[in-house]
């Protein structure tokens, strides 16, 4: 079975600074799709970011970027510029087979003003 | 455009009993996950319903079942509940073709006492 792991339980940047959270992941396919989740206080999911791992382009939404290193079967996160609100738990998830998202257990982010 | 919306927001129950959750997908989608996110852990895929029908499933047992209606709207039922089905029960909706593009409701809390 997939399996995501983020090896970082809690990680902390200053406000306006660039932090990166880890993630790699385990599969046999060559195809297939990754994506950084934020879950803040309000409990909802929102979409950060997602990648194609038949694209070899890094993933690009505004400040925040990613580092797919497919061979390596890793998936980091880059937040630049990080603000208060981006303080939040992040999830990094790679859709399975049959479209069910594998989830890895979290990295919390605090941002310090 | 109404997101994904579930209720109730939460929920307390005893051992024993029965429970159901609800969801309705956001706009034009088709297609509704459930997932259970214990607390301090990502969220587990629980099942997935497209067309009135159940289409995949996660390591859950058969006290968690489900239902879609014609409108796509979902039940998620759990049955005898035990201490450990405490936790946060999200929704998500897509639309079969685009399942990239999945959409969070902000959950319903569970506690079993």
């Given amino acids: 079975a997939q399996t995501v792991t983020q090896s970082q339980p809690e990680m902390s940047v200053q406000e306006a600074e660039t932090v990166t959270l880890s993630c790699t992941y385990d599969t046999s396919e060559s195809d297939y799709y990754l994506f950084w989740y934020k879950q803040p206080p309000s409990r909802q999911m929102i979409l950060v970011i997602r990648q194609e791992a038949y694209k070899q382009q890094n993933a690009t939404e505004n400040r925040f970027s990613v580092n797919f290193q497919k061979a390596a079967k890793s998936f980091s996160l880059k937040i630049s510029d990080s603000q208060l609100g981006d303080a939040a738990m992040y999830f990094c998830a790679y859709r399975e087979y049959g479209n069910k998202l594998v989830f890895g257990a979290g990295t919390i982010l605090r941002v310090k003003s | 455009?109404?997101?994904?919306?579930?209720?109730?927001?939460?929920?307390?129950?005893?051992?024993?009993?029965?429970?159901?959750?609800?969801?309705?997908?956001?706009?034009?989608?088709?297609?509704?996950?459930?997932?259970?996110?214990?607390?301090?852990?990502?969220?587990?895929?629980?099942?997935?319903?497209?067309?009135?029908?159940?289409?995949?499933?996660?390591?859950?047992p058969d006290r968690f079942s489900g239902h879609q209606f014609p409108n796509y709207s979902s039940e998620l039922n759990v049955n005898a509940l035990l201490l450990g089905d405490s936790a946060l029960y999200l929704c998500a909706s897509s639309l079969q073709g685009a399942q990239e593009k999945l959409f969070f409701g902000s959950g319903t809390q569970l506690s079993v006492l």
């Fill in chain 2, 1 to 60: 455009d109404a997101g994904v919306t579930q209720s109730p927001t939460h929920l307390i129950k005893t051992r024993g009993q029965q429970v159901t959750l609800r969801c309705s997908p956001k706009s034009g989608h088709d297609t509704v996950s459930w997932y259970q996110q214990a607390l301090g852990q990502g969220p587990q895929f629980i099942f997935q319903y497209y067309e009135e029908e159940e289409r995949q499933r996660g390591n859950f």
